[in-house]
C-alpha cells in the first residue's frame, strides 16, 4: 500500500480534498452515517452523498470504509478521541 499511497499523494489529489470533505471523511471514520453527518454539518443528506462520493474519486477507492482507511493512513484524518464518560461511583 505504501507505493499506492506514494503515487496517489505525488498525483496532487491529496490538495483537491476540501476542508468540508475532511471533515464528511472525518464523521464516517466516527462511524457516522449520511443522515447524522447532514445533521451535524447542517446540510442536506444528497450533500452528503455527494461530497462522499468526490472523497471517493480523489481517494480512487470504492467505499466510505476504504476511503476511511485512506484517509488515516494518508494523515487526513486522526482516529476519533473516545468519548470519556465519568460515573458518579
Do not use: C
Not at 10 to 18: C, E, K
Not at 26 to 54: K, W, Y
Not at 78 to 89: D, F, K, V
Amino acid at each position: 500500500m505504501e507505493t499506492a499511497v506514494r503515487r496517489w499523494e505525488d498525483a496532487g489529489s491529496l490538495r483537491q480534498i476540501t476542508a468540508r470533505e475532511r471533515e464528511v471523511l472525518h464523521l464516517f471514520g466516527a462511524g457516522f452515517g449520511t443522515a447524522d453527518v447532514a445533521a451535524r454539518l447542517e446540510i442536506s443528506p444528497v450533500t452528503v452523498r455527494n461530497h462522499a462520493q468526490s472523497i471517493l474519486s480523489k481517494l480512487g477507492v470504492h467505499s466510505r470504509l476504504e476511503a476511511v482507511a485512506r484517509g488515516y493512513a494518508l494523515g487526513l484524518i486522526s482516529l476519533p478521541a473516545r468519548e470519556q464518560h465519568i460515573s458518579g461511583r
